[in-house]
């Protein structure tokens, strides 16, 4: 039998071998990781191995768990690194604030819709967007949404013209509004009415017509259909080949320069002179006559003049041509005022009685000096 003390030496030394409590956690593995289990627990305690390990398992989608952040910003095998979802960046009292300031904004262009103002708060909270933007900032995130483009279909149109290398600058809402308000005032002081306006700026805007010059065509439309000689309408319907009602049309043509459109207003006025007169009409004199940049109240005198002297071109004596006496009276035509100086020698100066012409040495005069 073994002596007692021993037995009792051996009896401790085992019990020697058993670990203290309170180093059980620290001799072992980290436990295995669950949800909910507080991460920064688990870190403390979790070998460089077990932290790859459980990386791998994440990135393979484990039971599609994605660990939270513990309080000190860990994951699991993160080692102090965040790795996952940070908390949001924006209070709700800030995105509150943002969404009363961009409505302030759209609701000047009529673009303060739900769907609009949910669409910059998306952009708000993925931090796409400053919490207080400029309006410029703000309409470069707009070009692509449909009440955007339903609204301004011809700032859409630029921005899709510059995305794809124009170099043209795109308009802002509030320019549109301006061009917008010029044109209705426009169309209103002249009683001109039954037209959509948005539409119509709009393609005014995208066929490069200012807004000045969209002014100057409403004004010439209105002379043309309502305060002018009718006598002018009449030559623009029947070269143009368009009725009354497609006059203010014509001139608001987007697709027409306003150059084209200004040349031939003038054109048909030189046409509505000479009809007044009982002249021939045409289209082609009358464009030469614009050409040389001959004003109107110059032109009327001129037409009268020529038709005081349509006795020349007929009768007995030597005659000259009615076209000569137009361009006679315009100093359009050197060899046209001879003609007209030869007839009326021929009829002895007759017309100096009845008020007409008078031929004198150095050219026929009246309301211009010879050359």
Do not use: C
């Not at 049309?249 to 007044?276: C, V």
């Amino acid at each position: 039998m073994a002596p007692k003390g021993k037995v009792k030496n051996a009896s401790q030394k085992k019990s020697a071998a058993k670990p203290i409590s309170g180093s059980v956690k620290k001799a072992n593995k980290a436990p295995k990781f669950e949800n909910g289990m507080d991460l920064g627990e688990w870190n403390r305690y979790a070998t460089d191995k077990q932290k790859q390990r459980m990386n791998k398992r994440i990135e393979d989608g484990l039971k599609g768990y994605r660990p939270p952040v513990s309080a000190g910003g860990n994951t699991p095998g993160g080692g102090g690194d965040n790795q996952n979802t940070s908390p949001p960046k924006y209070s709700d009292d800030e995105v509150t604030a943002f969404q009363r300031s961009v409505a302030a904004i759209l609701q000047q262009y009529g673009l303060n819709t739900p769907g609009m103002i949910g669409y910059l708060k998306g952009l708000l909270i993925e931090d796409k967007i400053s919490d207080n933007p400029s309006e410029v900032e703000l309409m470069g995130y707009l070009y692509d949404q449909p009440d955007f483009r339903a609204r301004f279909p011809s700032i859409a149109a630029q921005a899709d013209k510059q995305k794809n290398g124009w170099a043209g600058e795109v308009m802002s809402p509030r320019a549109v509004l301006e061009y917008e308000a010029t044109l209705r005032n426009a169309l209103a002081s002249y009683g001109v009415d039954g037209y959509d306006v948005k539409t119509t700026a709009s393609n005014l805007i995208l066929g490069d017509v200012s807004a000045n010059e969209a002014a100057m065509r409403v004004s010439l439309a209105a002379y043309a259909a309502t305060t002018g000689p009718r006598e002018v309408a009449d030559a623009l319907m029947q070269h143009e080949g368009i009725g009354p009602g497609d006059l203010v049309s014509f001139y608001l043509n987007p697709d027409k320069a306003t150059k084209e459109i200004e040349r031939k207003h003038a054109t048909a006025q030189m046409q509505a002179w000479q009809r007044q007169q009982g002249l021939q009409q045409d289209w082609g004199f009358s464009e030469q006559v614009v050409a040389q940049g001959i004003q109107n109240d110059q032109a009327q005198a001129a037409f009268a003049q020529a038709a005081m002297q349509k006795n020349i071109t007929s009768g007995y004596g030597e005659t000259t041509t009615e076209s000569d006496t137009k361009k006679a009276a315009l100093g359009m035509s050197s060899q046209s005022e001879q003609s007209v100086r030869r007839s009326l020698s021929s009829r002895q100066g007759s017309f100096n009685k009845s008020g007409g012409a008078a031929e004198s040495q150095t050219g026929v005069s009246g309301l211009r000096s010879s050359k």
